[in-house]
């Protein structure tokens, strides 16, 4: 056999295996009915390859699993803390830790200790949870993203940037003092996992200290967004994974962390910062809402299995496979013809459903159409991230018109092989051939706060 390129392979090999289901079309067309077209309401039984999310969805290694059998189940000062403690302060460089359940916990316990009624909170681009705690506490969001980052098509290295003049001009216009901080997402996750530079992240440190605000970072993917810098930023083509996302996060004041991505564990998460009377009040707090600040919700071995998942997380071998294989996925599509977000993120390919659908307008949800059909057509489960995602304005009522309209179809860490990639890609070139035969949405129930996990839809 003659090989174009020069092969490579998962940089670790199988040793549990867990069976797929095959459905067939009948089954599916009734189970996403039942599931009011969206894929969040889907059993996963009834999934043959779920790309929905690479959240807590990822393999833990034998290093990992071995850890969990070292959980210290006391209720106070377990020494998987510790070790965890110890993992944040060397790899993210942070004096202080609380853990949490999972991301979302450390995104309310941050947005509850800083964020008064009438703050501004801004942020390049939103995600959905960050945004939503901002707001339950009282702030509003307000997009500092470049305006590139809302164009699919846009070929830019680091996609993810802050604009510092968004950022200047919302200073001037309400005052740093009523800017608690700003949150920067590295990947950012609804921008495609578009990753932010170095000198970005510089350049927005000094100009929020020059106004005495904070910078949290959302250090959930900030593994894949350090690959990119050593990969695209002069000057870090020889630093280690590691030397680089300590330098990235030293330029910010704390961190929120879902450990269920880069961490590569199934739940946990924290939430890190340097200073110690917000500490205090971080440390407060989460007894009320998650657990002791020595355990946040977690189990000691779930805090084992994030320490240990830090630690590969690093790992050059590990992050450049899991992102040359997202890669392999985006060119397979790019080369035949599908629409999507350009470049390839980090974590996940997004199929532009704008353009894939250019028949369903934004109100009949053609992302959501998109994900239900993929569904339907080989019980491949992706996830919307448009519209429905986007909800709807606190102030007007209005819904949140999203320039980009996607389908997310996520990678898990270490779950997948080539192959199944390749009947991700197979499935989606096959149903683009048909896309004009399918019709939009109407969404028949809407739950008020993160609507789309939830909501349900009829076919018009
Ligand atoms: N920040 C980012 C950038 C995320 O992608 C997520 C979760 C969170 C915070 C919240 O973390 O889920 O542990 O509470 N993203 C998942 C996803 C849900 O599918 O992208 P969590």
Redesign the pocket.
């Known amino acids: 056999m003659a090989f174009t390129r020069k092969p490579w392979a998962e940089p670790y090999k199988i040793k549990v295996v867990e069976p797929l289901k095959m459905t067939t079309r009948e089954y599916r067309l009734e189970k996403i009915k039942e599931a009011g077209y969206n894929t969040f309401l889907l059993r996963s039984e009834d999934v043959y390859i779920d790309i929905l999310?690479?959240?807590?969805t990822n393999a833990m290694s034998d290093y990992q699993w071995a850890g969990m059998m070292l959980g210290d189940e006391a209720y106070a000062g377990s020494k998987n803390f510790y070790y965890l403690e110890e993992n944040v302060q060397k790899y993210y460089s942070y004096k202080y830790v609380v853990p949490t359940h999972?991301?979302?916990?450390a995104?309310h316990l941050i947005s509850k200790a800083l964020i008064r009624p009438g703050h501004y909170v801004p942020g390049n681009m939103y995600?959905t949870?960050?945004r939503a705690h901002q707001e339950l506490a009282g702030g509003t969001f307000v997009d500092v993203i470049i305006d590139e980052a809302h164009d699919s098509q846009a070929e830019l290295p680091f996609k993810g940037n802050v604009d510092l003049n968004k950022f200047q001009a919302l200073i001037d216009k309400v005052g740093g003092e009523n800017i608690p901080y700003i949150t920067v997402?590295a990947t950012v996750?609804m921008a495609g996992g578009q990753p932010v530079s170095m000198a970005n992240i510089k350049a927005v440190s000094d100009l929020a200290h020059k106004h005495g605000i904070r910078v949290i970072l959302?250090a959930?993917?900030v593994t894949e967004n350090a690959y990119f810098i050593q990969q695209r930023e002069e000057g870090y083509k020889n630093k280690s994974i590691q030397e680089i996302l300590y330098e990235f996060c030293s330029y910010t004041d704390g961190a929120?962390v879902?450990g269920?991505?880069d961490v590569y564990t199934n739940i946990g998460?924290f939430v890190a910062v340097n200073d110690p009377e917000i500490f205090d009040q971080l440390r407060n707090m989460v007894v009320v809402y998650e657990g002791l600040h020595t355990y946040g919700g977690l189990a000691g071995r779930d805090m084992e299995a994030m320490s240990r998942g830090i630690e590969e997380m690093v790992q050059q071998d590990n992050i450049e496979f899991r992102i040359k294989q997202v890669e392999y996925l985006g060119n397979l599509l790019i080369e035949a013809g599908i629409p999507i977000v350009r470049p390839v993120g980090g974590h996940a390919v997004f199929l532009d459903a704008k353009r894939i659908y250019d028949h369903i307008p934004q109100e009949q949800y053609p992302a959501q159409a998109l994900a239900a059909d993929l569904y339907i057509h080989s019980g491949v489960r992706a996830?919307e991230r448009g519209i429905v995602s986007a909800g709807r304005n606190k102030e007007t009522g209005e819904e949140y018109k999203p320039k980009l309209e996607l389908v997310r179809l996520?990678i898990p860490r270490r779950v997948y092989t080539q192959s199944h990639l390749d009947v991700v890609a197979y499935s989606i070139i096959d149903l683009y051939q048909n896309r004009h035969e399918t019709t939009g949405l109407k969404m028949v129930y809407e739950p008020s706060v993160l609507r789309f996990f939830q909501a349900r839809f009829e076919r018009l």
């Open positions: 999310t690479d959240s807590g999972q991301g979302r916990g995104e995600f949870t960050t997402g996750n959302d959930t993917r929120t879902s269920k991505k998460g996830m996520t």
